[in-house]
């Protein structure tokens, strides 16, 4: 089989099922060659992205960052304060620093107000009846919540979104833009967060921001600098995974009418649909290391330097794991999917993103009886993210 997964085009119907399982099955460990040289390893299979993933010394975010193209220096520089482009010992006072703003008892305290804002919109969204689901519902949920824990402006919200979509989908036409337009919206955004930082110094308030600015880990605070970055990787997790998730998570409820019902009459089962949802639609295909020293991978010699690549949507429909991987199955029992990552670089805000599909799914129950779709969604060309960037729906309110 010819292997190209690296072009976005691959991407535009969706995970390329066939080329993923024949990874799986005849090269999970895989050389792909880059159009203007070199190479990366693909990594296809649920154990082997594990192993990857908890082996942090030997693969590492911080040489080379996530992404399978190098990034210029000085986006490197500071991409590598971001949490996710960082390895131990910088990554983990930082890593709890953030962590304790996203407990368990902190997410309950959110859940009243993430509420009222899925109801604000589902009323809104009841008015006008035909919308692009992703923009309209899917997007505004994640933009809301995120711009309300950060405590930004409200009349900032579209800009939030604007620059984080040419961060995250720079390679599709109608959402990307020019290299310097993505990387100018990368350094606007981290020049927001700083002067956010600032402002919020010594603030006494209680956002997201002014907790992490405001706080000592281990004798150490976080500065206004790497601040930044972190918010740059907040503000873009919090908009375009969980827009993802809920917007390709309902896709696939309406292709089946009889689960839409079932989750309707059923909220108990609404948690593991969230899961089935996750493993499904896996808003990000892949995230990168490099190798530090020359190792192996199942065998396969990987030579110091490489670029190595765990692909989560292959590992999510990895047949050594999941029984009938292809089936959508919201009662399904074991599910260790890996659309949050795994090891130290699990997904911070995993349970927000949990917590916001829930609510959602319950109040668009309440509000609606159900959506019809008035043409098939589009794809985000991207070999990164997941997603639909278009989904024409009558919503039919109850």
Known sequence: MDIDIYSPDAYTNGIPHAQFAWLRNNAPVYWHALPEGGGYWVVSR?????????DFKTFSAEKGFVLVDDLPEDILDMARNQLLGMDPPKHSPLRRAVITRF?????EQLEPAVRSIARGMMAKARDIGEVNFVESLAGDLPTAVIGSLLDIPQDMWPQMRRWSDLQTSASDPDLGGTPEEVNNASIEMGTYG???ACERKDSGADDLISLLINQ?????????????????????????????LISSGMYELIK?????????QNPALIPGAVEEMLRWTCPLHYFRRTATCATEIGGQ?????????MLYSSANFDERVFENPLEFNIRRDTNPHLAFGHGIHLCLGANLARLEVKIFLEEFFREFKGMELLGEPTYIRSNMVHGFKDMPVRLLAR
């Open 46 to 54: 649920h154990s082997d992205v594990i192993d990857v993933s908890r």
């Open 103 to 107: 407990t368990s008892r902190r997410l």
């Open 194 to 196: 700083f002067q956010l």
């Open 216 to 244: 000592e880990v281990e004798g150490e605070s976080v500065s206004e600098a790497e601040f930044a970055s972190l918010f740059v990787q907040i503000a873009v997790a919090g908009n375009e995974t969980t827009r993802g």
């Open 256 to 264: 089946r009418p009889e689960l839409y019902r079932e989750l309707e």
């Open 301 to 309: 010699v990987i030579a110091e330097g490489d670029k190595v690549v």
